[in-house]
């Protein structure tokens, strides 16, 4: 990691990062399930974090204010850690996040994601990912490529080696998504161990964490293949 990079959240719940449940949306905005259906689930299965990381916009639909309430109601009687967070869409080639400034003071955690093509170039792709994964808000990238197809782009090698680099010098953590599935694994083998790895659910629904939940284990060893380098003490 470089030294840098700005202190990231991820740290905070080091513990959590693969065992918790991560990405998880409401009816606030494309979601099925509410804040209380997902803490009824963890019980359920016995998880102990949820980071509730809410789609945002320049322009809300929604009250976040309320949104992290509702979160705050429900810590009260939740035997472990509920995280007020959010997924913001990088919106251009300068990296800039497409969520009002006025909420990113009240957030626990911020993912920063690529969803639709707002990219026309590879090299635009990469000049955005590389200045939001710099911003001090971000935490972490969610599903990383995952929307390559989509927006129609392929990187050649030197261009995964920016990236890669970029991960490493900013110091996020990187998703590895149960919906759009983990990053190639030429992009996983350019990490350190020492890059952390959240495993992200993207949940729209508690169905969604009853069928992934039990995913995780196969995930992890699938992309530990992809581990080149461990650290050493």
């Given at each position: 990691?470089?030294?840098?990079?700005?202190?990231?959240?991820?740290?905070?719940?080091?513990?959590?990062?693969?065992?918790?449940?991560?990405?998880?949306?409401?009816?606030?905005?494309?979601?099925?399930?509410?804040?209380?259906?997902?803490?009824?689930?963890?019980?359920?299965?016995?998880?102990?974090?949820?980071?509730?990381?809410?789609?945002?916009?320049?322009?809300?639909?929604?009250s976040f204010e309320e949104f992290a309430a509702e979160i705050g109601r429900q810590q009260n009687s939740f035997d472990g850690t509920l995280l007020v967070g959010a997924e913001a869409r990088i919106a251009d080639p300068?990296?800039?996040?497409?969520?009002?400034?006025?909420?990113?003071?009240?957030?626990?955690?911020?993912?920063?994601?690529?969803?639709?093509?707002?990219?026309?170039?590879?090299?635009?792709?990469?000049?955005?990912?590389?200045?939001?994964?710099?911003?001090?808000?971000?935490?972490?990238?969610?599903?990383?490529?995952?929307?390559?197809?989509?927006?129609?782009?392929?990187?050649?090698?030197?261009?995964?080696?920016?990236?890669?680099?970029?991960?490493?010098?900013?110091?996020?953590?990187?998703?590895?998504?149960?919906?759009?599935?983990?990053?190639?694994?030429?992009?996983?083998?350019?990490?350190?161990?020492?890059?952390?790895?959240?495993?992200?659910?993207?949940?729209?629904?508690?169905?969604?964490?009853?069928?992934?939940?039990?995913?995780?284990?196969?995930?992890?060893?699938?992309?530990?293949?992809?581990?080149?380098?461990?650290?050493?003490?």
């Amino acid at each position: 990691m470089s030294h840098t990079a700005h202190p990231r959240r991820w740290s905070l719940y080091r513990e959590h990062l693969q065992d918790g449940l991560w990405h998880v949306h409401t009816p606030r905005t494309d979601g099925h399930s509410d804040v209380a259906d997902y803490v009824e689930v963890a019980g359920e299965l016995d998880i102990d974090f949820i980071a509730f990381t809410e789609h945002v916009a320049d322009t809300l639909t929604y009250s976040f204010e309320e949104f992290a309430a509702e979160i705050g109601r429900q810590q009260n009687s939740f035997d472990g850690t509920l995280l007020v967070g959010a997924e913001a869409r990088i919106a251009d080639p300068g990296g800039r996040l497409a969520i009002p400034d006025s909420i990113v003071p009240e957030l626990d955690f911020l993912f920063c994601a690529v969803h639709r093509r707002f990219f026309d170039t590879a090299e635009e792709f990469i000049s955005g990912v590389t200045a939001a994964l710099a911003r001090p808000e971000v935490d972490a990238w969610a599903h990383p490529l995952g929307c390559l197809d989509r927006c129609g782009l392929v990187l050649d090698e030197t261009q995964l080696d920016r990236l890669a680099a970029a991960v490493i010098d900013s110091g996020v953590a990187i998703e590895l998504n149960l919906q759009y599935g983990p990053p190639p694994g030429e992009f996983l083998k350019r990490l350190p161990a020492g890059v952390p790895r959240i495993v992200g659910l993207d949940a729209h629904s508690v169905d969604h964490v009853r069928s992934r939940w039990p995913m995780i284990p196969a995930l992890l060893t699938e992309t530990a293949l992809h581990t080149p380098h461990q650290l050493t003490n």
